[in-house]
């Protein structure tokens, strides 16, 4: 890595939890991504969910497709755990080349989860294949009990259900994404280097405040919830530490703007337009600029068991405005930080 004060030369960064949706939807979510990612892990939550080998493959070859022409993204295909997943699907999957993880979707957490694990022990054959050969499993870590509130619902998560899983099975390799909450973080201190954790830039960015203060802001409305600025002070400390276990996963997850802008809105917000850039803020505003490079581009490679990107992109400490609204499935999308400024470019 290389730096000053106004540039900012890093290794090629990956994506370690990106939703791309599918379709038309592609044009929109592919460009935005594959501009400065190397890879990403593509979640699974289609509707119908990606299930098989088959389906993987099938979607992996869509996303290909609405790649700019010599653009080298490379998706990183993952399978949606359900009940009824066996050891051999597991098996098969690891077989196959393209699958680097498996899902685990509490069924009714977020968008599209609606056919996701309603209790791990019914796919406890699956979770001990993937301890056995090495999968990782990647977690939506929130219980979806109406008794819980829904700021409590990932450290209620980790006393429930994360907890027991790696009492059972201690050598799983776990990726807790999203994390929101300084419970989180310090579940992930605790824990050896088979568990780590990704952080969106929307949840170094922004609190409940953002979300509620003044009136409802439903473009930052996200899943999990948006926590207190405490919470949001530990996630910047963790992301800024240089600990190898914390790595970047934006969760950018697009919905028109009528999808939002609802009685019933959905949750989600998109991020991919300018990711790196927003996470170029976070870092240089706690002094860490230098920490930026191992967040972005080495740990989650690492963990992984991936190589390293050997490519690089630069930054520069220039101001832009996202604009109000990108096109999407012919529709209005509105991006995080709309119609604002950014304060780090990257050079094309």
Known sequence: MTKNNTKLTITQPDDWHLHLRDKSALKRTVMDASRYFGRAVIMPNLLPPVINITMAMAYRDRILQACPKDNNFEPLMTLYLRDNTTAMDIQRAYDSGIIHAIKLYPAGATNNSNSGVTNLKLCHSALKKMQQIGVPLLVHGEVTLDVVDVFDREKIFIEQVLKPLLKYLPEMRVVFEHITTADAVNFILDKGPNIAATITPHHLLLNRNDLLVGGINPHHYCLPVLKRNTHQQALIEAATSGYTQFFLGTDSAPHVRAEKETYCGCAGIYNSHAAIELYAEVFEAAGALD???????????????????????????????VPKTYLFNKQSLVPMRAGRSVGWKVLN
């Open 291 to 321: 920490k930026l490079e191992g967040f972005a581009s080495h740990f989650g490679a690492d963990f992984y068991q991936l190589p390293r990107n050997k490519s690089f992109i630069k930054l520069i400490k220039q101001s832009w405005n």
